[in-house]
């Protein structure tokens, strides 16, 4: 069984930073890929970041591209995204999730989802 657990997440004005991480459990799989969601009230869950396993390739949405940096521990199994220049729109729950299949921006093309972790950027 797989399990994802995030945590970091918080309070924060405009203008600041935050890390959250993402450990991870449990079976293999045959995808390299691991990434972050966010979710804003009313709104459907949204491609933030991946990352490989293997060689710390990434990808990111061009809304937080050169703000965001997602990183992986692979000794921890963690991921972790670091969100500087944070906006009051980056307020969301960011989720990790575990890539299956398919085009890498798509959300169900990921299995295996986090509880999430609430971000809020006051303005």
């Known amino acids: 069984q797989v399990q994802l657990v995030e945590s970091g997440g918080g309070l924060v004005q405009a203008g600041g930073s935050l890390r959250v991480s993402c450990t991870a459990s449990?079976?293999?799989?045959?995808?390299?890929?691991m990434g972050w969601f966010r979710q804003a009230p009313g709104k459907q869950r949204e491609f933030v970041a991946a990352?490989?396993?293997?060689?710390?390739?990434?990808y990111y949405a061009d809304s937080v591209k050169d703000r965001f940096t997602i990183s992986r521990d692979n000794a921890k199994n963690t991921v972790y995204l670091q969100m500087n220049g944070l906006k009051p729109e980056d307020t969301a729950v960011y989720s990790c999730?575990?890539?299956?299949?398919?085009?890498?921006?798509?959300?169900?093309?990921?299995?295996?989802w986090g509880q999430g972790t609430q971000v809020t950027v006051s303005s």
């Open positions: 449990g079976r293999t799989f045959s995808s390299d890929f």
């Open positions: 990352i490989t396993w293997s060689s710390g390739n990434t």
């Open positions: 999730a575990r890539h299956l299949n398919g085009y890498l921006y798509y959300r169900s093309s990921y299995g295996y």
